[in-house]
């Protein structure tokens, strides 16, 4: 029999056996779970609130500062300079075109911990390192700096720096999150980068 | 027998093949396809159990606790595993945690950024009927009041 | 190397290396196939020689085959792999320029290349057509705009757009394939040149 006959069995074969698996076009994790599970279990992924509070006041366009509360409850309230992806649409389209934006952290936060940590399992699984959780959440996000206070006579150089950060957080989102609704996602719309495309083809 | 030696090339190479993929379809160190399937039930926070509905069990679920040096705080009954969120992916664990048929497998540790980490590393392997166990199961409500600064316009 | 990356890490040179490597192999299998003489290539629009259907049809199914079960395997990232963006109109219309100039020159851009590094005076002019026209398009391109960016529909995959598992499709496609190489055979016997046939 033919070598064209054969082959041509080799590949229907094969395309039975493909037929029958479990593929999907759906994003797969494409890391070893031990090595995720090591990554996961570091505490170079946490940035507290403080230290999210400065790249916010210095308004630093290498963090992207990820939502991934529903629209209803970012347009309400956010932190300045962030971007919205709800956790539950997260994976309906590519995340690596926002994730792999060319910015050297993104942050998630969500109203506590689960979500934004759900998320950095799924990007990390993926493969994008330069993903970050907010510990806490935005509900730690109040707790320490909208509600910060100082109480005592004497303030150390350290204590005063961060009261200093975290008050001009606050001020920076008070004045955004108290712009009537229209005006507010204007100006976070002006905000957000456009995502990153796969580059190839014969273009 | 005459028609098996002139195809004998073609089902060597399709054995191998299908031997492969019925090892790594049953094996169980590595991730499953399609990554939203297997978050599913978090993106719906349907994932999250509390000791009073944990109770309700009766005694037929799995419980690890993934924090070291620490008992756990709630009064459960069920099989109790204290196994540190460093080993979970051991040999023995994993096979203990996927072969868990009775009930579900229920996650502790009093740190929820980690219990949800370890949740989705396990799910994603394919674990079904697992849960974090917590006491605190409106973490992602928002507990804070805003008050808009009327003078700004 | 981008999907393959995923396993291991390779430095930049070594990536441009495989790349030469491959890109030389590509070139060396197309020449040994035929693929520099416009008349083989030319001969699959008159039925007498198909052997490009069946080798690229055949080049494409071993590679999505391949893809797929590396993917399967978790040695292949399948989401670093560029889909193009699929423009409906540009398509039709760039693709019936291409057939013809495909048939005309004898030669489509990769063969042309193929044959004009063993030196062949036609696959030359063919370049400078190419070339030509190239240089008209984006001269043009003010006015073919709306056409060249009209009806777009994002990097779609048929599998996708038919809502069935890519492993499924594969299948289909292999099928589609073995059907059509038995049509190219049965082509090649009703349509048969001797006389061109026995020189290529």
Known sequence: MNTRVKFSVGLLCLGFILALLPLSGSRSFNVKPQKLLSEMLGADTYLSVDQVAKFVISEDSSVQIIDLRSPEEFRAINIPGSINIPYSKLLDNDPSSILNNGKSRNIFYSNGDFDSNYTLAIARGLNMKNTFVMKGGLNEWFNTVMNSSFTGERISARENSLFETRSQAKKMFTALNSLPDSLKMKFIQSKHSAAKKLDGGCE | ?153 | MGPISSLISIPEWLDLLIALLIGIGFGFALEQAGFSSSRKLAGMFYGYDTTVIKVFFTAAIVALIGSQLLSFFGLLNLNLVFVNEFYVAASIVGGIIMGAGFIMGGFCPGTGMCALSIGKIDAMVFFLGGLTGAFLFAETYPFIQKLANGSYKGPVKINEVMGISPGLFTFFLIIAAVVMFWIAELAEKKFARPDITSEI
């Open chain 2, 1 to 153: 027998m005459e028609l098996f030696k002139r195809f004998k090339v073609v089902i060597t190479l399709v054995l191998i093949v299908l031997i492969l993929v019925v090892f790594r379809s049953t094996g169980i160190n590595h991730f499953r396809n399609d990554a939203k399937k297997w978050a599913e039930t978090s993106f719906r926070h349907a994932n999250t159990i509390d000791p009073e509905q944990a109770k309700l069990l009766k005694g037929k679920s799995l419980i690890i606790n993934l924090d070291k040096n620490t008992k756990l705080p709630l009064d459960i009954a069920g099989d109790l595993m204290d196994i540190p969120a460093d080993s979970v992916l051991s040999r023995i664990n994993i096979k203990t945690i996927l072969n868990h048929n009775a009930g579900p497998v229920l996650l502790f540790s009093e740190e929820k950024g980690l219990s949800s980490r370890v949740w989705m590393i396990l799910s994603q392997m394919g674990c079904k009927n697992l849960f974090i166990l917590t006491s605190d199961t409106d973490n992602e409500v928002f507990k804070y009041k805003f008050r808009p600064d009327t003078m700004v316009n």
